[in-house]
């Protein structure tokens, strides 16, 4: 018999706030963490706005080497802490082979002061000079900040600091990556290898390759005068995403475990959906194919009918092609009844955070299931006649759930499907 997986413990740093209480009061208020860039000096580029975390820092007690720590890992060690402490989990773990970690993380401590500095003395002839490139590297660059820009060091700084000495993975699928560990997560709990996993995702990308390198793809929104309208999913006038950084994690336990402990819980990952477009790196099939099949197989491992789903949490990043195609996905897994099921995208008030994007929103399901509310999708104002289903448009609604649905689809061509249900004893 399969073993059923709830989630114990909650925990986010974004944009919206400091903790998932917070995130969830600003997204059912309809507010933006968007705002012009302050990370660096982006007037230059096409795209001057982002979503940052502002007015936060991680506390160093207790966190070795945490001077050196990257922008992603002290995300996730923050917004870890909160997932322990509100699950309680630690004082029920008598073997730490038990319990693991399971990360959707990007890469991190990006030093672009010093990596310029280096290009300058490779270049200081009129030609590259890989010698002097070298020399000028082992001169000027930190050896603890090289290691910590590997995308595996938020999963083995979280196993150190609470002694998961269980499996210990990172995936780094792009916008998929985070719902992707919390569906292999999952399974390593189902098969019984653990019984308490940390999963979730962390990522920044508010640098200068970053922002380049999605202004290069004309992924990024340039609605630079009005920063909290630029994400507008699904909306006709939508011209690209807003990029955000950010954590959030959660603590998947074994259901007896979390029964015989008295632990709250918020839900159950009832189904987990993953598949491959196979098709091209940056682009979306037009018959949204891969979509289609995660979605199915994600409700298909509930043992659910399409029917059975009440909301849908969006991918819905404000791209022209993904909101076309994720909403022809819908039409086609849920037929005639596609119309009346609520699909939102939280990405509209807090940008796309990109590895740690799908765990966000997957939390963001659970909230709603428990508080019976709908997020809505801001800056919902010109009906776009190739996106026609409900959008819940600017304002939050009450809606009872029994499940819900998270989209996560990434560069690459990566999709994951995780269905959410709430948790009735």
Known sequence: MRRRVVVTGIGMINPMGHDAETVWAGLKESKSGVAYTTLFDASGFPTKISAEIKNWELSPEGIPGAESLGRHTKFAIGAAQQAVHDSGVLDSINDPVRFGVYMGSGEGNQDFQTFARMMSAALADGEYDAAKFIAKGLELLNPAKELEQEPNMPAAHLATLFNAQGPNLNCLTACAASSQAIGEATEIIRRGDADVMIAGGTHSMIHPFGVTGFNLLTALSESNDEPTKASRPFDRLRNGFVLGEGSAMVILEELESAKKRGAKIYGEIAGYGTTADAYRITDIPPDGHGGIAAMRMSIADAGLN????????????????????????????????????????????????????????????????????????????????????????????????????????????????????????
């Open 306 to 425: 399409p029917s059975d789903i009440q909301y849908v949490n969006a991918h819905g990043t404000s791209t022209t092609v993904n909101d076309k195609v994720e909403t022809l996905a819908c039409k086609e897994v849920f037929g005639e009844n596609a119309i009346n099921i609520p699909v939102s995208s939280t990405k509209s008030m807090m940008g796309h955070l990109i590895a740690a994007a799908g765990v966000t929103e997957m939390i963001v399901c659970l909230l709603s299931i428990r508080d019976s509310v709908l997020p809505p999708t801001i800056n919902y104002e010109n009906p776009d006649p190739l996106c026609d289903l409900d959008y819940v448009p600017n304002v939050a609604r009450e809606a009872k759930i029994q499940y819900a649905l998270n989209n996560s689809f990434g560069f690459g061509g990566q999709n994951v499907t995780l269905c959410l249900s709430r948790f009735d004893g």
